[in-house]
């Protein structure tokens, strides 16, 4: 099997399964008790917060989550009163929960975006005003690649009165976090660590409200006991991508080279070119039937879109929000790659997509 979707989730690095293994065989106390077994497991959370948040800004608290959804729900729903503003192209974790709020009574804006998928600065400024609570906007589209401007868009926010939610999914560990976040949303199965956790940065100085309540353990005071293996895996997958960012960095963009040289002709980029983040490829061919693509090549693993919207019977939100018709949507796929993606397996890949592909105008 040919791998080629890294925004769905990525491959367990090694070093992370090792890290975590000693949890879950023999080591299995319980981090919030007080007696030695405990102090241990808890230390090891400790080790590991602090590695998930070196990689964030300064001035700063983590609170380990569920993952990143609970996360984005959490810095949604926890913020002050007043209105929501936020993106087109925004994952369903947000889009679904402003939403909810919505039909409570939420004053909720979603802004449209350019045809290269990014926000237009003034139609923010002209939205982002006095009785805002919060803007929530994602750094790296997860379908995509699109890296939005968050600093000039938290500088907004801020003016405004209003807090700023980074759901940084899909840009932490790869690309550098701006500061100016008040809340950013992160997630460990994106960067090779395990799924089921991820975690929500809470700024010195900002208060929201639990999303779930019982024994507080966190100090933010989110409830629910943690594990001490995923803690553990999160943060080995953190220390990896601090030591090893500027190789995969390197990596990624050969592949991105080689992948865009390769293609052949008909294929369009969905997406801007120049602000995306490159271990994310979105295209489209006019007429593609994307199912049969996919049902010939079960032995490469790629998307027709987000995994989270899979089996909806959708298409994209956010390739129609930068302007593609529906029957454009429905001939995209996302191609997705990193660390452990070599040159070899992506040209075989990518010929045989293209073969395929071809076949099918062939045929038609």
């Given amino acids: 099997m040919i791998y080629l979707d890294y925004q769905a989730t990525t491959p ?29 497991a808890k230390a090891a959370v400790e080790v590991a917060r602090e590695s998930v948040a070196a990689l964030l800004p300064a001035g700063g608290s983590l609170s380990f989550t569920s993952g990143a959804t609970e996360a984005i729900n959490w810095a949604i729903k926890g913020a ?30 979603v802004l449209p975006v350019k045809a290269g998928g990014l926000v237009d600065l003034d139609a923010a400024r002209a939205a982002i005003v006095p009785g805002t609570a919060l803007v929530a906007v994602m750094l ?15 500088a907004i926010a801020h003016e405004a009165g209003a807090l700023f939610l980074c759901d940084a999914v899909q840009g932490y560990g790869r690309v550098a976090i701006p500061n100016g976040c008040d809340l950013i949303a992160i997630s460990a199965h994106k960067i090779h660590g395990p799924k089921g956790i991820g975690a929500l940065w809470i700024r010195d100085g900002v208060a929201i409200e639990p999303l779930l309540h019982g024994g507080g353990q966190e100090a933010s005071g989110r409830s629910g006991t943690l594990s001490p293996a995923l803690c553990a895996g999160f943060g080995a997958a953190a220390r990896l991508a601090a030591d090893y960012g500027d190789d995969d960095a390197a990596h990624v963009a050969g592949l991105w080279s080689l992948t865009s040289e390769r293609l052949g002709d008909g294929w369009n980029i969905n997406g801007s070119i120049e602000q995306r983040y490159h271990g994310n490829l979105n295209i489209r061919r006019d007429g593609l039937d994307v199912n049969r693509l996919m049902s010939e090549l079960r032995d490469i693993a790629f998307s027709a879109g987000s995994a989270c919207a899979s089996g909806s019977g959708r298409s994209s939100h956010v390739l129609r929000a930068i302007g593609l018709s529906e029957a ?25 997509i293209n073969a395929a592909a071809a076949a099918q105008r062939i045929a038609a």
């Fill in 12 to 40: 367990l690095a090694p070093e992370v399964l090792a890290a975590m293994l000693p949890w879950l065989q023999n080591q299995h106390a319980n981090p919030h008790s007080a007696h030695a077994p405990g102090r241990a």
């Fill in 80 to 109: 002050p009163a007043g209105g929501i503003v936020t993106l087109a192209t925004e994952h369903a974790a947000t889009l679904d929960t402003a939403e909810a709020l919505a039909r409570a009574g939420r004053a909720v804006t």
């Fill in 140 to 154: 790296v589209n997860n379908e995509i690649g699109v890296i939005q401007p968050i600093a000039e868009l938290a």
């Fill in 328 to 352: 454009q949507a429905r001939s995209s796929i996302r191609l997705g790659f990193g660390r452990y993606t070599t040159e070899e397996e992506l040209v075989i890949a990518i010929d045989r």
